[in-house]
């Protein structure tokens, strides 16, 4: 992350966000001599009810204490979502703080244990979409899904991963929002500076994306995807706290298509998956030291 973004977090956002507010959207006549992709700033400040001084003060990181009400009428004017909006507020509200130290993410023994038993693709990932521990079938639905891989890099630099999506599209500007939104505050916390920093290099779709600076939550939900052996699955995905990591599991409807075609997976899968998580530790001490320790996949 560019370290003037993280000094101004506040502007950046709300300058992203005014650039995909179209003047037809707003309720503007559009002109023709227009050098911005989205509204004017004194256009925002007319909308909002405030002065075009004090909204440039804002984006350029002069005033970073705006009242809740000129937030709310910033949110109205800008279209945000209750999930965009709660992110404004907490813009807004974060304060500077001293850097965190590094923790390594623990996955419990007990989580081991019900990926063991689990007969559905299932895993556990991190904050940055690392993956810290997987049962046989999740490897067997993706190879990018064993330990040490980083589920955003592989969506955006692995062709295999990439083919594997069917709406390949939406799925990267989720996983791009849903990881702005873990961020929030956290913008020195040497994972994400590392991630984010390599995606940015590497990949223009990351690029695009993170300077939209969309924010999203990724939960519960259903998605299609391209197996190279059983062909195309349905599958729902529902992600599951556990202490300070994530439980991510995939299943079909029951006696579906996609049901046959998961059961012919797991009869298929090779021996050698079965050790996707046995080499995990015993106990409640880290998968590995830490995820960004992790080993990546080589960019192709």
Do not use: C
């Not at 040497?190 to 695009?208: I, N």
């Amino acid at each position: 992350m560019k370290d003037e973004e993280s000094d101004n977090r506040l502007g950046g956002y709300l300058r992203a966000r005014r650039e995909l507010v179209s003047p037809a959207q707003a309720g503007l006549p559009a002109g023709g001599n227009r050098r911005v992709p989205g509204l004017r700033r004194e256009e925002v400040a007319l909308l909002a009810g405030i002065s075009a001084d004090y909204y440039l003060r804002l984006e350029r990181g002069r005033d970073k204490n705006p009242s809740p009400q000129v937030l709310d009428a910033l949110a109205r004017v800008l279209r945000l979502d209750d999930v965009e909006r709660t992110y404004l507020l907490g813009l807004a509200a974060a304060r500077p703080r001293a850097p965190r130290r590094k923790r390594p993410e623990h996955v419990p023994a007990r989580v081991h244990q019900l990926l063991a038993h689990l007969q559905i693709p299932a895993f556990v990932e991190g904050r940055a979409f690392d993956v810290l521990a997987s049962n046989p079938m999740a490897v067997a639905l993706s190879p990018r899904l064993r330990p040490g891989q980083n589920r955003l890099r592989s969506l955006l630099l692995d062709p295999e991963e990439q083919a594997f999506h069917q709406d390949w599209t939406k799925a990267t500007a989720d996983f791009v929002a849903a990881l702005r939104t873990t961020i929030g505050d956290d913008t020195d916390n040497p994972r994400f500076v590392e991630l984010v920093g390599e995606l940015a290099l590497s990949s223009e779709r990351f690029r695009t994306l993170w300077a939209r600076h969309d924010v999203r939550t990724m939960d519960g939900g259903t998605t299609t995807v391209h197996h190279p052996v059983v062909g195309e699955l349905r599958l729902h995905r529902d992600k599951l706290p556990v202490d300070d990591v994530i439980l991510v599991v995939y299943y079909p409807d029951k006696d579906s298509d996609s049901d046959e075609k998961l059961r012919l997976l797991a009869a298929l899968a090779p021996a050698e998956s079965a050790g996707a998580a046995d080499d995990s530790p015993a106990d409640d001490s880290p998968a590995d030291d830490s995820p960004a320790d992790a080993p990546h996949p080589k960019t192709p």
